[in-house]
């Protein structure tokens, strides 16, 4: 690259836990700027978690990161006129990002009353290794073994 790295910015812990990592997943669920609403959507879908399950809202959020958290992924390559499926491990930050946006995303498409309900239901989904986010992972981590072959040709 030419240009010098962006400073990385500074992410402040959320009120309950303490938890920059709350904060950036309250970050993603965040629409038109609104993020006393994010917050109060997700502190509403820990609360609905705490009541069903003893393991309680905080922990089981942090195993269903964990769970849906991609270890490798897929990128395409041209090489010689055929475009190939590269696997590449994932870096760190990436992964969080990434298994935060699934589970986000499939707790919208979720059936359910409110987005509170949806979330807790995901989040219960993937802390046992079911769901559409765990789904999506399995996939991602299929299709990186299917194209193992294609490896070597890694940048």
Not at 31 to 44: I, R, S, T
Not at 121 to 147: C, I, P, W, Y
């Amino acid at each position: 690259m030419r240009k010098r790295k962006p400073k990385v910015r500074i992410v402040e812990p959320d009120p309950r836990y303490k938890d920059t990592v709350v904060t950036m997943f309250v970050n993603n669920m965040m629409w038109a700027g609104k993020k006393g609403l994010a917050y109060k959507l997700f502190y509403d879908a820990m609360d609905i978690i705490d009541e069903k399950t003893e393991e309680g809202g905080y922990e089981t959020w942090k195993k269903a990161l964990d769970t849906v958290m991609p270890q490798v992924e897929v990128r395409s390559r041209r090489i010689g006129g055929a475009t190939f499926q590269i696997p590449t491990e994932i870096r760190p930050k990436r992964k969080v990002a990434t298994g935060m946006k699934w589970v986000i995303k499939f707790a919208r498409q979720r059936n359910g009353k409110s987005f509170s309900e949806k979330l807790a239901a995901e989040l219960m989904a993937a802390a046992k290794g079911e769901g559409a986010a765990v789904k999506r992972k399995e996939d991602t981590h299929r299709m990186a073994e299917s194209n193992r072959a294609f490896a070597h040709f890694r940048v």
